[in-house]
């Protein structure tokens, strides 16, 4: 259960902003086939070729169902295109007797980057503690792929509790279970605003970015505070995701439903036309 206690840590002297590489990553979630997928994956990296997106400039990575993750990794490879990985989520075990479980290492054969851990559907919709998020973390790292960690708090934590004390609270028990060098993303997705049409205000997604990458201060160092990427999540669409990338604190989004919108996904992958003309 997550420790509540958790104090925000103050802000200090703010950290330089670094050269973090904004991450749009799109979770389709319980959605699409095999050829489905593969249709989508052809069809956005038709679309982003046309808009000439520049990948050094925005990663964009997709999160297929597990029975899509060969599809289109072979895809990618053949086509040679500039997509990234991701898998929904990683057991925490090795291997053995886990009826149902995906290893990391079996993800890794598949040349998945990101895994997804502790996503709010995960915690609360299968009852995974803190623990087991630290645990699959551990083992995503363990296999050279990279864990998403996802925080949030539901409408009755940020009633009772604040803005950031419970993803704060969240983040510190999942680091617990890694190597002070490891790499990872943190995704913040308030409950009360996934897949709700209402989502965070620029300024609510910055506050909670910024407490955590305090804390990430306080956790891993100055280093590494500033280059750890910090995601937000919530009914992101193309209308809002402009103000979201023009906080210091925020490198991206982790996109839902809008993912699956091939159209609208591009739209929001281009979020520097947007900010730059904003």
């Given at each position: 259960m997550?420790?509540q206690?958790?104090?925000?840590?103050?802000?200090?002297e703010p950290?330089?902003q670094?050269?973090?590489t904004?991450?749009?990553?799109?979770?389709?979630?319980m959605?699409?086939d095999h050829?489905?997928?593969?249709?989508?994956?052809?069809?956005?990296a038709?679309?982003l070729?046309?808009v000439?997106?520049?990948f050094?400039?925005?990663?964009?990575a997709?999160?297929?169902?597990?029975?899509?993750?060969?599809?289109?990794?072979?895809?990618?490879?053949a086509?040679?295109?500039?997509?990234?990985?991701g898998?929904?989520?990683?057991?925490?075990?090795?291997?053995?007797?886990?009826?149902?479980?995906?290893?990391?290492?079996?993800?890794?054969?598949?040349?998945?980057?990101?895994?997804?851990?502790g996503?709010?559907?995960?915690?609360?919709?299968?009852?995974?503690?803190?623990?087991?998020?630290?645990?699959?973390?551990?083992a995503?790292?363990?296999a050279?792929?990279?864990?998403?960690?996802?925080?949030?708090e539901?409408?009755?934590?940020?009633?009772?509790h604040?803005a950031?004390?419970?993803?704060?609270?969240?983040?510190t028990?999942?680091?617990?279970?890694l190597p002070?060098?490891?790499?990872?993303?943190?995704?913040?997705?308030?409950?009360w605003?996934?897949?709700?049409?209402?989502a965070?205000?620029p300024?609510?997604?910055?506050?909670?970015?910024?407490?955590?990458?305090?804390?990430?201060?306080e956790?891993?160092?100055d280093?590494?505070?500033?280059?750890?990427?910090?995601?937000?999540?919530?009914s992101?669409a193309?209308?809002?995701i402009a103000?979201?990338?023009?906080?210091p604190?925020i490198?991206g989004?982790l996109?839902?439903?809008?993912?699956?919108?091939?159209?609208?996904?591009t739209?929001i992958?281009?979020?520097?036309?947007?900010?730059?003309a904003?």
């Open positions: 997550t420790n206690n958790t104090e925000v840590p103050e802000i200090r950290l330089p670094g050269n973090r904004p991450l749009i990553a799109g979770n389709w979630k959605n699409l050829l489905q997928a593969i249709a989508l994956v052809q069809k956005l038709w679309g070729k046309d000439r997106h520049d050094s400039e925005a990663e964009v997709v999160f297929p169902p597990f029975t899509d993750l060969r599809s289109v990794q072979t895809l990618l490879a086509d040679k295109l500039s997509l990234t990985l898998a929904q989520d990683v057991s925490p075990h090795e291997s053995g007797a886990y009826t149902g479980d995906i290893s990391a290492a079996m993800l890794a054969k598949l040349d998945v980057r990101y895994a997804l851990v996503h709010s559907e995960r915690r609360h919709g299968h009852s995974e503690s803190d623990d087991t998020v630290g645990l699959k973390a551990r995503a790292h363990a050279g792929i990279v864990p998403m960690i996802c925080v949030g539901t409408a009755e934590d940020l009633e009772q604040g950031a004390a419970i993803p704060i609270a969240q983040l028990a999942a680091l617990a279970h002070q060098d490891a790499e990872f993303v943190v995704a913040y997705e308030p409950v605003a996934i897949g709700s049409g209402q965070a205000t300024e609510q997604a910055e506050e909670v970015a910024r407490a955590l990458r305090e804390h990430l201060r956790l891993r160092g280093d590494r505070a500033v280059a750890i990427r910090v995601l937000y999540g919530g992101v193309s209308q809002n103000g979201f990338m023009r906080q604190n490198d989004a996109i839902g439903g809008a993912s699956l919108k091939v159209d609208e996904f739209r992958i281009q979020f520097k036309k947007h900010v730059t904003g």
